[in-house]
T-cell receptor, first 112, second 114 residues
C-alpha cells in the first residue's frame, strides 16, 4: 500500500546533540511537510517542500532545518535540541498544494 | 487565516449517529472547510472537505450551512474506532493563498461508549 513512513518511531537524544528524523513516501507526492505536535496540543507546521522549493514558516526556530534529496525522502534536522523540542514530529505529503494531506505515524522525540 | 470554533469534547454511543459542529463565522469566499481526525498515538487523517455544497464519502458526510458560517461533520454510525480528536480547518485556496497550509485548532475530542 502507498504510504508515508517515518523512522524511527521513537527517538531519544541528549540536550544539544544533533538529531535527524526521516520521512519517506511511496505516494509520489510533490509536497512534503513537517509538523511539530507537543503534548496535548494541535500539530503546528514547521516547513514544507513543494518539489525542491523550501518554504519555512515565519516562527520556525533556526534550530530546525530540513532536506529533501529526492521526491521520496525528506529529513528534519534539529541542530541543538533543547528540552522544549521534545514532541511528536509528523511528516505529511500531498499531491499538490490544494490536495488533502496524508500523514505518517510520527516520531516521538525525547530530549534528556 | 479564518478561525474555527469547536466544542472541546463530545460523547456518543456506539452504532449511533454523531454530529460534530464547527463555527467559522469569518469564513471567506475562497475558504474550503476541511476535517481531519487524529486517533490516539497516530498522525492526523483526512476525513472530508467541501466549499458550499454538502459532501459525502465513505467515512462521513459534511453538511455546510447556507451562509457557510457553520458546518457539521456527520458520522452515520459511530464505532469505537471513531474515538479521536476531530479538527475542523479552513484552507484559503484563493488567488495568492494556495499554500495548502493546515492550521489546526484545538479540535473536538470524541468519546464513543460501547
Amino acid at each position: 500500500d502507498a504510504m508515508v513512513i517515518q523512522n524511527p518511531r521513537y527517538q531519544v537524544t541528549q540536550f544539544g546533540k544533533p538529531v535527524t528524523l526521516s520521512c519517506s513516501q511511496t505516494l509520489n507526492h510533490n509536497v512534503m511537510y513537517w509538523y511539530q505536535q507537543k503534548s496535548s496540543q494541535a500539530p503546528k507546521l514547521l516547513f514544507h517542500y513543494y518539489d525542491k522549493d523550501f518554504n519555512n514558516e515565519a516562527d520556525t526556530p533556526d534550530n530546525f532545518q530540513s532536506r529533501r534529496p529526492n521526491t521520496s525522502f525528506c529529513f528534519l534536522d534539529i541542530r541543538s535540541p533543547g528540552l522544549g523540542d521534545a514532541a511528536m514530529y509528523l511528516c505529511a505529503t500531498s499531491r499538490d498544494p490544494l490536495s488533502p494531506q496524508f500523514f505518517g505515524p510520527g516520531t516521538r522525540l525525547t530530549v534528556l | 487565516d479564518a478561525k474555527t470554533t469547536q466544542p472541546n469534547s463530545m460523547e456518543s454511543n456506539e452504532e449511533e449517529p454523531v454530529h460534530l459542529p464547527c463555527n467559522h463565522s469569518t469564513i471567506s469566499g475562497t475558504d474550503y472547510i476541511h476535517w481531519y481526525r487524529q486517533l490516539p498515538s497516530q498522525g492526523p487523517e483526512y476525513v472530508i472537505h467541501g466549499l458550499t455544497s454538502n459532501v459525502n464519502n465513505r467515512m462521513a458526510s459534511l453538511a455546510i450551512a447556507e451562509d457557510r458560517k457553520s458546518s457539521t461533520l456527520i458520522l452515520h454510525r459511530a464505532t469505537l474506532r471513531d474515538a479521536a480528536v476531530y479538527y475542523c480547518i479552513l484552507r484559503d485556496v484563493g488567488y495568492g493563498g494556495a499554500t495548502n497550509k493546515l492550521i489546526f485548532g484545538t479540535g473536538t475530542l470524541l468519546a464513543v461508549q460501547p
